[in-house]
């Protein structure tokens, strides 16, 4: 089965610092990836993408990924974090296979930004 | 355009009653999803829907029904509430499987 982990609970970075937070995955074929933000009390919002070709993917916000079989990981990254970037944040792998389809998110990373 | 919308916003229920929560979209999406949201939990997927007429379980089933008799309305019925079903649930459609999912602002479940 699939899964994903996301191995920071809580991460607090400085306005103006860099960003990386970290995402694996479990899964037996070619993962379908993403990442996705949620904003204090509202639903979920997609910021990238990941199914196949460049391995370095872009995103809304200035936020970027990079998948690497290898390592089984695809890591969010920000050059300078905003104040607004405070959110938590989701990885998630899509699995798809005999007709079902189904979306596993790992537990979150919430992001704290010291102004 | 609306987007995703689900009513109510916020419910407390007593432990055996039932209720259902509604969702709705408005972009002719195909595919519909229940989400349950547990602190230190991320989202885990209750059931879906990849067309009119065509539900499948997902990770957390028990307790829930579904059905989509339209494109456009996806309601999660609690045939009867217990407390471990104290939630926040979300619902969300996409056109396609592969791409994004569209989430609607959430409600807010209480079960005493």
């Known amino acids: 089965a699939q899964s994903v982990t996301q191995p920071d609970i809580h991460i607090t970075v400085s306005e103006g610092a860099s960003l990386e937070l970290r995402c694996n995955y479990s899964y037996g074929a070619t993962p379908y990836l993403f990442w996705y933000v949620q904003s204090p009390g509202q639903g979920l919002q997609l910021l990238l993408k990941y199914f196949s070709g460049d391995t370095l993917v872009q995103g809304i916000k200035g936020f970027e990924a990079e998948f690497k079989r290898s390592q089984s990981s695809f890591n969010l990254r920000k050059p300078s974090v905003h104040w607004s970037d405070a959110a938590e944040y989701f990885c998630a792998v899509l699995y798809s296979g005999a007709g079902s389809y189904q979306l596993t998110f790992g537990k979150g990373t919430k992001l704290s930004v010291i102004p | 355009n609306a987007g995703v919308t689900q009513t109510p916003k916020f419910q407390v229920l007593k432990t055996g009653q039932s209720m259902t929560l509604q969702c709705a979209q408005d972009?002719?999406?195909?595919?519909m999803s229940w989400y349950r949201q547990d602190p230190g939990m991320g989202l885990r997927l209750i059931h879906y829907?990849?067309?009119?007429?065509?539900?499948d379980q997902g990770e957390v089933p028990n307790g829930y029904n579904v059905s989509r008799s339209t494109t456009e309305d996806f309601p999660l019925r609690l045939l009867s509430a217990a407390p471990s079903q104290t939630s926040v649930y979300f619902c969300?459609?996409?056109?396609?499987?592969?791409?994004?999912?569209?989430f609607g602002p959430g409600t807010r479940l209480t079960v005493l």
């Open positions: 972009m002719n999406h195909e595919y």
């Open positions: 829907s990849v067309g009119a007429g065509i539900t």
């Open positions: 969300a459609s996409s056109g396609d499987w592969t791409n994004e999912q569209f």
